[in-house]
């Protein structure tokens, strides 16, 4: 099982971007799908996650200002990232919570991780 990220780049602050993941492999479904991010010097934390069943988390300091979505049928998860402020550079992390083909063992699994640079 492999996650592929995209969509990570610079932008001026107050501008938007758009990030991409990607589930692929033999797997029976991915249940929690989400976003993490780690700045320079800064432990890993959560961004945003969405469930299967379409429930969501958002961390406090991007509530209103990011959307995460979903294709479940793709098995891809969305970051819409609006009024990117400096604050928001990050590396972001996909992750996801795949049961695995054929044991249905459930796993977490990490993405390669996407830069995001915040320019003010």
């Known amino acids: 099982v492999q996650l592929q990220a995209s969509g990570g780049g610079l932008v001026q602050a107050g501008g938007s971007l758009r990030l991409s993941c990607a589930a692929s492999?033999?797997?029976?479904?991915?249940?929690?799908m989400g976003w993490y991010r780690q700045a320079p010097g800064k432990q890993r934390e959560l961004v945003a996650t969405?469930?299967?069943?379409?429930?969501?988390v958002y961390a406090d300091s991007v509530k209103g200002r990011f959307t995460i979505s979903r294709d479940n049928a793709k098995d891809t998860v969305y970051l819409q990232m609006n009024s990117l402020k400096p604050e928001d550079t990050a590396v972001y992390y996909c992750?996801?919570?795949?049961?695995?083909?054929?044991?249905?063992?459930?796993?977490?699994?990490w993405g390669q991780g996407t830069l995001v640079t915040v320019s003010s």
């Open positions: 992750n996801a919570k795949i049961v695995i083909f054929p044991s249905r063992v459930e796993n977490p699994y």
């Open positions: 492999g033999s797997m029976f479904s991915s249940n929690v």
């Open positions: 969405y469930t299967s069943g379409g429930s969501t």
